[in-house]
């Protein structure tokens, strides 16, 4: 049975628009820290929001101070700005079709994700919860991305074979994740970014037929 692990912020939901101002206000406000919205959505981008953060304190900080007492006050406040957006979350163009099609196809269907507990109602509220066979939210004590913790987790749970099983996402960060079992991946992009990854769509409607 063909399975597939999606990423669910930029990859089934636009989200970024919140959690970019949310990323600016926090860094304003806690550290006098200003910083572009076009420059914080291309760094997220490229990483996890947490090892964005970690990295940016490391570089701007004098040597001694503490980075993680840091980014536990930027999340603090990351997280409230955050939840004010939430309602603002739509599904990407396409994203609903297409996982009700690979349902229909007998695909098994999965979320796995650095949001917090946010996740569940958010699944529920654009009505995609009942789609996925789980959510897997790192609220849950699992190790980040790319570390395999999640997909390791999944793979013995539901007997996943890694070569049926795909893992989809936005981000390097999502096709280091799928290449750290040995599962294949897919890029969700609009541009020619290669990452090592075994296939790339522009479009989530383009999917099925990639599989």
Same mark, same amino acid.
């Given at each position: =049975?063909?399975?597939?692990?999606?990423?669910? %912020?930029?990859?089934?939901?636009?989200? +970024?628009?919140? =959690?970019?101002?949310? @990323?600016? /206000?926090?860094?304003?406000?806690?550290?006098?820290?200003?910083?572009?919205?076009?420059?914080? +959505? #291309?760094?997220?981008?490229?990483?996890?929001?947490?090892? +964005?953060?970690?990295?940016?304190?490391?570089?701007?900080?004098?040597?001694?101070?503490?980075?993680?007492?840091?980014?536990?006050?930027?999340?603090? %406040?990351?997280?409230?700005?955050? #939840?004010?957006? /939430?309602?603002?979350?739509?599904?990407?163009?396409?994203?609903?079709?297409?996982? #009700?099609?690979?349902?229909?196809?007998?695909?098994?269907?999965?979320?796995?994700?650095?949001?917090?507990?946010?996740? +569940?109602?958010? $699944?529920?509220?654009?009505?995609?919860?009942?789609?996925?066979?789980?959510? @897997?939210?790192?609220?849950?004590?699992?190790?980040?991305?790319?570390? *395999?913790? =999640?997909?390791?987790?999944?793979?013995? #749970?539901?007997?996943?074979?890694? *070569?049926?099983?795909?893992?989809? &996402?936005?981000?390097?960060?999502?096709? %280091?994740?799928?290449?750290?079992?040995?599962?294949?991946? =897919?890029?969700?992009?609009?541009?020619?970014?290669?990452? &090592? /990854?075994?296939?790339?769509? $522009? %479009?989530?409607? /383009?999917?099925?037929?990639?599989?």
């Amino acid at each position: =049975m063909t399975s597939i692990v999606w990423d669910f %912020d930029g990859t089934l939901a636009n989200s +970024y628009p919140g =959690m970019v101002i949310a @990323v600016q /206000q926090s860094l304003k406000d806690n550290f006098q820290i200003e910083l572009s919205k076009d420059t914080i +959505y #291309k760094d997220i981008k490229d990483t996890s929001i947490r090892q +964005y953060i970690t990295d940016l304190f490391s570089e701007k900080r004098e040597s001694g101070e503490n980075v993680d007492r840091d980014v536990k006050i930027f999340y603090h %406040d990351y997280k409230l700005l955050e #939840k004010q957006y /939430q309602n603002k979350i739509r599904l990407i163009p396409h994203a609903l079709n297409t996982l #009700k099609l690979l349902n229909e196809q007998g695909v098994q269907q999965f979320v796995v994700t650095h949001r917090d507990e946010s996740i +569940y109602e958010l $699944t529920k509220s654009l009505e995609i919860e009942d789609i996925f066979t789980e959510v @897997v939210s790192v609220e849950k004590d699992f190790k980040r991305k790319p570390d *395999s913790n =999640m997909l390791d987790y999944l793979i013995k #749970k539901y007997s996943l074979n890694t *070569s049926d099983l795909w893992v989809i &996402g936005d981000r390097k960060i999502d096709i %280091d994740f799928g290449k750290s079992v040995g599962a294949n991946t =897919m890029l969700l992009a609009e541009n020619n970014s290669d990452f &090592g /990854q075994d296939e790339t769509v $522009t %479009d989530l409607s /383009q999917i099925p037929g990639k599989l």
